[in-house]
């Protein structure tokens, strides 16, 4: 699967952003998908995931529980990520990546992900 993550951009702390991803080249209802965001000098971190298929699951990392939505539209091979009341410590550049096996379970570990994006840097301000 081939990925291409946008919308990210400057925001002020407080404000929001919805990050989209693209998907194409395999079937995309199949795979479930993950958000992940790398600042510099850190590792990268997972962020959100969701399950495959209509009325999928989602798991987020505590770091953006409450404020993170993540979704999905099969039918437009998209994944989205909104999240609400950004904090400067959510600047990082976000990657949208595919788990490794058709029809498995979400996960946080980012080795578990096969396809990534080329990611989207998200930076916001105080």
């Known amino acids: 699967v081939q990925l291409q993550a946008f919308g990210g951009g400057l925001v002020q702390a407080g404000g929001s952003l919805r990050l989209s991803c693209a998907a194409s080249g395999r079937p995309f209802s199949i795979y479930p998908m993950a958000w992940f965001r790398q600042a510099p000098g850190k590792e990268r971190e997972f962020v959100a995931a969701?399950?495959?298929?209509?009325?999928?699951?989602?798991d987020f990392a505590d770091s953006v529980k409450g404020r993170a939505t993540i979704s999905r539209d099969d039918a437009r091979n998209t994944l989205y990520l909104q999240i609400n009341k950004l904090k400067p410590e959510d600047s990082a550049r976000y990657y949208c990546a595919t788990l490794g096996v058709p029809y498995g379970d979400t996960s946080s570990r980012p080795t578990d992900y096969r396809d990534w994006g080329q990611g989207t840097q998200v930076t916001v301000s105080s």
């Open positions: 969701i399950s495959w298929g209509i009325g999928g699951t989602s």
